[in-house]
């Protein structure tokens, strides 16, 4: 279901995210980068979907091969995560750039994400395939019934890799 770029996107997944990740330890800010490892602490488990609806809270990390702007880390904002006959679904409720999409099971500890970008003066929700340079696709990592991280490789705008984190 997912369009070639996005494909191309999922498959460049790994390097893109071991690259960044180390360029971004090596030139982001030292204010920054404890925000950095926390988010990134911790493995994956298998919870069930319904333990993760509910109201969270979520933040975003920018990463990106700019010097001067390696890593930006967002204050929290509103998401919801709901679990009904659509299946498991996200959608970040504030902020200038919200994200709206469903997770699927893949068969291992983490789960598929498919969603697109909405920007904030925009009413409504754009979805997947809507508007190809908003289409989002990456993983979801669920750390704890409190904690998990939605990793976004090559978004269209401002960053080479974005992670969404969720606590409540």
Not at 2 to 30: C, F, G, K, N, W
Request: aromatic fraction near 10%; hydrophobic fraction near 40%; include cysteine.
């Amino acid at each position: 279901m997912l369009v070639t770029a996005d494909r191309d996107r999922m498959q460049r997944y790994a390097p893109l995210r071991d690259d960044i990740i180390e360029y971004v330890q090596e030139h982001a800010s030292r204010d920054e980068l404890p925000v950095l490892n926390e988010v990134l602490y911790g493995s994956a488990i298998d919870i069930a979907p319904a333990a993760l609806a509910g109201v969270w809270y979520c933040r975003t990390l920018k990463l990106s091969r700019n010097p001067e702007l390696a890593l930006i880390v967002y204050g929290d904002f509103a998401c919801l995560v709901t679990d009904d006959h659509e299946g498991l679904r996200l959608q970040k409720l504030t902020g200038s750039q919200r994200t709206n999409g469903t997770f699927y099971d893949i068969g291992e500890t983490r789960r598929a994400y498919v969603g697109a970008l909405t920007l904030g003066d925009e009413s409504g929700m754009v979805d997947y395939g809507d508007l190809p340079d908003r289409n989002q696709v990456g993983y979801l990592y669920v750390l704890s019934p409190d904690r998990m991280r939605l990793e976004l490789p090559a978004p269209h705008y401002e960053s080479d890799f974005d992670i969404l984190f969720l606590h409540r």
